[in-house]
């Protein structure tokens, strides 16, 4: 195994637990302030489940994308550069629907927080995927 494979291995494993973290499904913070003052129980990690497929989806893309990079990186590109891309995307998307309906302030800050390092994800794994991208590419086109 060469250095840049052990770093990309890291990389993945890192930046890829920490979306699970900011993408799994939690209760509301108005829920967390209800239960504390007593007027809501909790509610169960199936109940989050069915209140939120999509962030479930994404969970198990990106721990796919970390257990597909132990096993075989060839196709981790896959998942690992696809789900950055689609994100990426879907934020553009959100905040040009969000354009003149949030305060600026908030696009900004969206744009800053979440954009830019989905960007630097993105093009980073872009980077740590460049041989495996371009030789599936190469055997499509052949």
């Known amino acids: 195994m060469s250095t840049e494979d052990l770093v990309r ?3 993945i494993a890192l930046t890829n637990c920490a979306m699970i973290y900011i993408v799994w499904p939690r209760n509301t913070a ?5 239960r504390v003052i007593g007027n809501m129980q909790s509610t169960s990690l199936w109940e ?4 939120h497929p999509w962030q479930i989806l994404a969970v198990v893309i990106l721990v796919t994308g ?5 096993a075989k990186p ?4 896959i998942f690992n550069v696809g789900y950055y891309g689609v994100a990426l995307g879907v934020a553009v998307w959100g905040i040009s629907q969000d354009w003149h309906e949030v305060p600026s302030s908030r696009i900004w ?11 630097a994800i993105l093009l980073l794994n872009l980077f740590f995927y460049r041989k495996s991208l371009f030789c599936q590419a190469q055997n499509l086109t052949d």
């Open 66 to 70: 970390v257990v597909v990079e132990l």
């Open 30 to 34: 108005t829920d967390q302030l209800n």
């Open 74 to 77: 060839g196709r981790a590109a």
């Open 109 to 119: 800050t969206a744009a800053i927080l979440y954009t830019v390092p989905i960007t």
């Open 48 to 51: 989050n489940v069915r209140e």
């Open 9 to 11: 291995r890291v990389w």
